[in-house]
């Protein structure tokens, strides 16, 4: 396969993430987004959130002339491929909402050539994608649709991208898979060729099956925390067995965020209610049991130093999870905004964030280091598993802090607790009493 022109829309984690790598690959990329300042900041170099690798990446494009930015969407009349990729927003009720979606099939549709194909990688409700090609064909006869549903990791997206295992590529015509198939080609991928709404399912069925896996693993840690066993130990164990596997998503925490996995709850939740027989209630059911998840760092920080009223207490990581800036739909900052309304004194820590990103709650102080956040405190939170937070200094850390009490919500910490606890910390980890 030769040079390609390839557009990208949307320029956010996804977007940014796979313009970056089109370019790379050796193909002419033209990544528009309709916010002019997402644009003017990208043709500095500077993308809109922190991943590592993806600035070197863009500077690297548009130093090689493979990669341009631009606030137009005439730029993708000459693209044999466009990949809208602009990340769905997702409500605070965890439901999506599609209007940029629309918007954008509605820009770009009058303005794409003939026999342009649009691979969607923004997560779409089952039943979207044969709306949006349906739009698309409104214009013009011969366009199309392929729905590619993303699998990307925050911190690794760019290695994911680049060798993803797997490819789902949903279309309902045949001859237009095979086209998409073979653009996905140099990637190496085990390409699965199905139809539109099959791809969306396969998409919520991933999504939905991690969730519930969480939401097992959590049950299991509080159980195992009344009869005495360690879930770290138990979860090792089981991952042994080959039907569960080594990469299971059996750790124990506080539940999942960023609305990713709950999107897709939400929208097999809204299939079965829509149903006649509602025979699916589990997905509805695994939604509102995390809802509450996060409360059991409160709980058990209440346990612990009893009346949270006028305490100090500090938090080491705020984003949704490490190697990553954002704030959105983080579930430590639910934590925080929880607390809070305790009447706690929030002092908190993160080396990545983006503070400009969310609206903190009242009585949260941001600080430069772990060392200054954990000051005066009544005990201390891990809230996402950072590396840094492992190396530091615990003496200097105690030494700090008014009590030495630290809660590990991610076990980040595990390895170091007979050592930590000798140096006079009472270590709590959830899934152990």
Known sequence: MGTRTIGVVGLWHL?????????????????????????????QGQPPIYEPGLEKAICDGMAS???????????????????LAYDTPVREDDTSDLTIIHEVIGRIGP????????????????????????????????LELVYSPENLRLGEALACYARPGHIVIGADDPHVAAEVESLFAPMQATCLKMNLPSAEMTKHGINSFLAVSITLANHWADLCAIVGADFSDVSAAMKHDPRIGMRAYLTAGIGFS?????????VL???????AREAAPLFGE?????????????????????????RTIALLGITYKPG???????????VAEDLAKHGVCLRAYDPKAD?????????????????EAVTGADMAVLLTEWPEFLELDYSRMKAAMSSPILFDTKGLLKSRVIELEGMGFRILLIGRS
């Open 15 to 43: 977007g940014c993430t796979i313009a970056a790598s089109w370019a790379k690959m050796g193909h002419q990329v033209r990544a528009v987004d309709l916010d002019e300042g997402v644009v003017g900041k990208l043709a």
């Open 65 to 83: 002339g493979a990669l341009l930015f631009s606030g137009s969407v005439k730029e993708l009349g000459d693209c044999r491929f466009v990949f």
């Open 111 to 142: 303005h794409l050539a003939p026999k342009t194909v649009v691979i969607v990688s923004a997560q779409l409700p089952v039943g979207t994608a044969r709306d949006l090609r349906a739009r698309l064909k409104s214009w013009e006869t011969s």
């Open 258 to 266: 960023g609305g990713t996995l709950g999107r897709d709850l939400r």
């Open 269 to 275: 939740d809204q299939l079965n209610q829509d149903s």
């Open 286 to 310: 695994v939604w509102r049991y995390n809802q509450a998840r996060s409360q059991v760092v409160r709980r058990r920080c209440q346990e612990t130093i009893g009346s949270l009223n006028g």
């Open 324 to 334: 990553t800036s954002t704030l959105r739909r983080s579930l430590p900052l639910e």
């Open 355 to 371: 503070w400009s990103e969310a609206t903190l709650p009242t009585g949260l102080s941001v600080y430069r280091s772990a060392y």
